[in-house]
């Protein structure tokens, strides 16, 4: 144990004292201690960190940096994959064939829908027309009804 090592665990009781000797607050687990105290032990715990917590805390930075550049890089290698597979891909009679017969495919299925949107058009045309007829020929009922009667119909 280096002579740093044994500042900290004594600034490290120090805290812990001052901590203990806080009041307690009734029906609580809480103590109140002094702030001004606490900050000045935690300065002294700064001061005082061995140096194998600051080798570990330098080689976790170097370890996250590692790895975000190699997700980076990971990153860029999938991009520059996706790009050259479809520049080889571009031109080649199979995808070339395969973007022809979506385009057949794409152009039958809007010939399909248009003519369905059409009949569907027809049909509610037709089924409007036969409502009117109806309406006409209740009202024409309750005009020969209401003649009878002598009123009007509105």
Not at 62 to 90: G, I, P, W
């Amino acid at each position: 144990m280096g002579q740093n090592d044994h500042r900290f665990l004594g600034v490290l009781e120090n805290f812990l004292s001052v901590v203990e000797e806080g009041f307690s607050v009734p029906f609580s687990r809480f103590k109140l201690v002094n702030a001004i105290t606490i900050l000045e032990v935690a300065d002294q715990l700064d001061i005082h960190v061995p140096d194998e917590f600051v080798q570990a805390q330098t080689i976790q930075e170097q370890l996250r940096t590692r790895v975000r550049d190699a997700q980076q890089q990971a990153e860029e290698l999938r991009r520059n994959a996706r790009e050259q597979a479809e520049r080889r891909a571009q031109g080649h009679p199979i995808v070339e064939n395969t973007r022809l017969q979506i385009r057949e495919r794409e152009a039958e299925l809007e010939h399909q829908l248009n003519y369905q949107l059409t009949e569907a058009a027809r049909d509610i045309q037709q089924r409007l027309e036969e409502i009117r007829a109806l309406l006409t020929r209740h009202r024409d009922i309750a005009q020969g009804a209401l003649d009878v009667l002598g009123r009007p119909v509105r």
